[in-house]
Structures are given as C-alpha cells and as structure tokens.
C-alpha cells in the first residue's frame, strides 16, 4: 500500500493550496482518511477526516479554512486549504483513520511553506 501525497509548496499568508492524496493497493471507499502536519520539531497532527459517509471533523485551528474532501472513483482524498498562516507550515500526510491508529505505512508527505 502506498499513499502518495501531493499538492503543497510555498505560497504566501494569505493564499490557497489544494494538496491530493492518491491510494495504491488498497481501496479507500469503505475508509475514514485523514490528513495530518507535522511542524518542524513538533509531533504529527491530526488536522481533518472524512468518513466513508462523507462527515467531516477538524482541528480548531483549520476549521473555516481547510476542507476534506474524497474522491472515490478516483481513489483519492483532497485537502484544500484557504487563508493559509505560517503557523500551518509543515509536512502535510495522509492516511487511513481508525479507533486504534493509522492504518498504513506513512508516506513522504508534502510541504507546505506559508510566508508572513
């Protein structure tokens, strides 16, 4: 199985970013997915999630900002991220969500860089 995160880069406070998350060797349908961040030195978080029926959560500090969304069909989950601060600059992953962990190996994840 690998997930394969995709989408960020460096773009200013202020601005958008769409990251994507495509799945091999597994199917996602049946799965909640999240994303998570890891900032410089700090632990791995859980930002926002998606259950298989389409119900959302986030973290306080994205909610209004970030949207999780999924595409079956094609495998994948979204992450769209609006009003970007500095203060969500990191390492952006995907996996799969369950009550005892992740459910995958991590993979390389994408940065994301906001500058003030």
């Known amino acids: 199985v690998q997930l394969q995160a995709s989408g960020g880069g460096l773009v200013q406070a202020g601005g958008s970013l769409r990251l994507s998350c495509a799945a091999s060797g597994t199917i996602l349908i049946t799965k909640t997915m999240a994303w998570y961040r890891q900032a410089p030195g700090k632990q791995r978080d859980l930002v926002a999630s998606?259950?298989?029926?389409?119900?959302?959560n986030y973290a306080d500090s994205v909610k209004g900002r970030f949207t999780i969304s999924r595409d079956n069909a094609r495998n994948t989950v979204f992450l769209q991220m609006s009003s970007l601060k500095p203060e969500d600059t990191a390492v952006y992953f995907c996996?799969?969500?369950?009550?005892?962990?992740?459910?995958?190996?991590w993979g390389q994840g994408t940065l994301v860089t906001v500058s003030s």
């Open positions: 998606i259950t298989s029926g389409g119900s959302r």
């Open positions: 996996n799969a969500d369950t009550q005892y962990g992740v459910l995958y190996p």
